[in-house]
């Protein structure tokens, strides 16, 4: 069983800053992609970035210069960085992975979740 868990939600004034954090852990084998999913009241669930192990990156447009997604992948864990906030970005944010886990003496594939942090922005 692989576990995420996430930290650094909050409420921050438009145009301000916040810093997520995940961490993944339990029976790794390996991770491939990491990334945050965000999902805002009465809206699909959309990706705003990830990043693989060969440190490519994606991020959606509406994020694009603004927030920007690291990864430590001996630590396992993956931060997103978020400035110039604007009150379209409140949601709750997930931390996602994408990986292979030990599961009765072989490996399996397997897609992750964390349980997910509010981020508010509101003046």
């Known amino acids: 069983q692989v576990q995420l868990v996430e930290s650094g939600g909050g409420l921050v004034q438009p145009g301000g800053s916040l810093r997520l954090s995940c961490v993944a852990s339990?029976?790794?084998?390996?991770?491939?992609?990491m990334g945050w999913y965000r999902q805002a009241p009465g809206k699909q669930r959309e990706l705003v970035a990830d990043?693989?192990?060969?440190?490519?990156?994606n991020y959606v447009d509406s994020v694009k210069g603004r927030f920007t997604i690291f990864r430590d992948t001996i630590k396992n864990t993956v931060d997103l960085q978020m400035n110039k906030l604007k009150p379209e970005d409140t949601a709750v944010y997930y931390c996602?992975?994408?990986?292979?886990?030990?599961?009765?003496?072989?490996?399996?594939?397997?897609?992750?979740w964390g349980q997910g942090t509010q981020v508010t922005v509101s003046s």
């Open positions: 996602n992975a994408d990986g292979m886990e030990e599961f009765e003496g072989g490996l399996r594939s397997n897609v992750y």
């Open positions: 339990g029976s790794i084998f390996s991770i491939d992609r």
């Open positions: 990043v693989t192990t060969g440190a490519f990156t």
